[in-house]
């Protein structure tokens, strides 16, 4: 944290972003914060390094308990986010597992919803499960499921939105006020992953969610070079993660090197997700008017089922779609392999534009039949578009398109003539 007060303005987004928390003349006017590359840090004295220990005394102690790098980034992001606090981790997956084994314990329930990006799933099913806490999934977006489902054992009702793959709306302000209303409103914490939207399109904390939680692999770092996460609520809660879940438990900690380069990502976030957004939406576009196209899940398009909530809890629709073709898979993964422009891969938020077949890739953490139960189906391909120049896109998906209706149409001639 900045060691001089800087001019206490109601700055805006992106001035946030860029200067929060770092003033270039505590660091000999380095523009950009110094990387603490240490493992460990000196004590003044021995009577010092105790008190360190002992909680009486601030001070950096070893890289995993903290690290001045990492600090700014948390100082940041809990700015950006509006939270007392922040904790960063070394993966998405280690803020959800630094975060979870914080606050349950065997005999708890857990509510989530029932799309979540795939490794998050196999976390809570096949990870939580064997420690003796029960995952109850629900349909979120029937918001009378959740207040079925609630009871004196549940301790955290946790969800996405927009959710991975199929972009599933969940009303952050109507959990709350359910989980409010209910008799097990003291033991009940919200979390919400915001890695679609980032806090520039959507701030859970201000809906009324505890803790919100960040794969910073995607927009936040932006180039898909390095992995990340954060969680960011109560200044006790991520002591107590920080302290248990982070340190003991997963010690899936942060490098300064990346931490920096998450820094350095956010200084563009704002900037960027403008032109993802600009990008999506061309394409969804595009997808929607296209005759081979059975569906577009897009916050952005008036055909999107909760096109209401996203005007209200949303700041603009985001970067990410999904979207199905007539001729299911196989139309789908012909259509995949004759983009040219357009990438193959998983992660998303990145300046590539990049497709993904969630069945086969990010959700075969899944069995089939429980994708067919959470709304992933076979034929469903997801899309993070990409900062190129928009009609580059545009005539890409365009041709892949074209290509796939014709290998669609001799298909079905085929068929029909046999
Ligand atoms: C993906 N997602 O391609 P990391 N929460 C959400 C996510 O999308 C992800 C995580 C948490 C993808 C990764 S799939 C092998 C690649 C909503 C990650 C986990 O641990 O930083 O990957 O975050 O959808």
Not at 207 to 224: C, F, M, N, Q, R
Not at 296 to 308: A, C, E, Q, R, W
Request: proline share 4%; hydrophobic share 40%; glycine share 8%.
């Amino acid at each position: 944290m900045s060691k001089r007060k800087r001019h206490n303005r109601n700055f805006g987004f992106a001035t946030r972003a860029i200067h929060h928390g770092y003033d270039p003349r505590d660091e000999n006017g380095a523009l950009n914060p110094p990387i603490y590359m240490t493992s460990t840090f000196a004590f003044e004295s021995a009577k010092d390094g105790g008190e360190m220990f002992a909680g009486e005394r601030e001070g950096y102690i070893y890289s995993r308990l903290g690290n001045p790098t990492q600090n700014l980034l948390e100082t940041r992001m809990a700015e950006l986010e509006g939270a007392e606090a922040a904790l960063a981790t070394a993966s998405g997956m280690g803020a959800i597992s630094a975060t979870l084994w914080t606050l349950v314990e065997p005999g708890d329930e857990l509510i989530v919803d029932k799309t979540l990006y795939g490794c998050t799933f196999s976390f809570f099913t096949h990870g939580l499960r064997k420690f003796g806490v029960t995952v109850t999934p629900v349909d979120l977006t029937v918001p009378e499921n959740l207040v079925n489902a609630l009871n004196e054992k549940t301790r955290v009702v946790y969800f996405e939105t927009p959710a991975n793959p199929n972009m599933r709306l969940i009303d952050i302000a109507n959990m709350r006020k359910i989980v409010d209303d209910s008799l097990y409103s003291e033991n009940v914490t919200l979390v919400v992953d915001n890695t679609y939207c980032t806090p520039y399109l959507q701030s859970p904390l201000a809906e009324g969610a505890d803790l919100v939680i960040h794969s910073a692999t995607k927009y936040l770092g932006g180039h898909g070079d390095l992995v990340a996460g954060i969680v960011a609520g109560p200044f006790e809660t991520m002591q107590s993660i920080r302290m248990h879940g982070l340190k003991d438990m997963t010690g899936a900690v942060l490098s300064a090197m990346d931490a920096f380069l998450v820094l350095r990502g956010l200084k563009t976030l704002e900037v960027r997700m403008d032109r993802h957004i600009q990008n999506a939406q061309a394409i969804a576009n595009l997808l929607e008017d296209h005759p081979l196209v059975e569906n577009v899940y897009y916050p952005g398009v008036k055909s999107f089922k909760h096109y209401d909530i996203t005007q209200r809890q949303m700041r603009g629709p985001g970067g990410m779609m999904a979207f199905e073709l007539k001729g299911g898979m196989e139309a789908g993964t012909h259509f995949m392999d004759a983009l040219d422009l357009v990438i193959r891969a998983v992660s998303l938020g990145d300046a590539e534009t990049l497709v993904q077949h969630p069945a086969s890739m990010t959700h075969s953490t899944y069995t089939r039949e429980e994708r067919l139960v959470h709304g992933i189906s076979d034929g469903l391909i997801r899309l993070s578009a990409g900062l190129e120049t928009t009609s580059d896109l545009l005539e890409d998906i365009d041709q892949a398109l074209t290509k796939t209706n014709s290998f669609v149409t001799k298909a079905t001639k085929s068929h029909q003539s046999a």
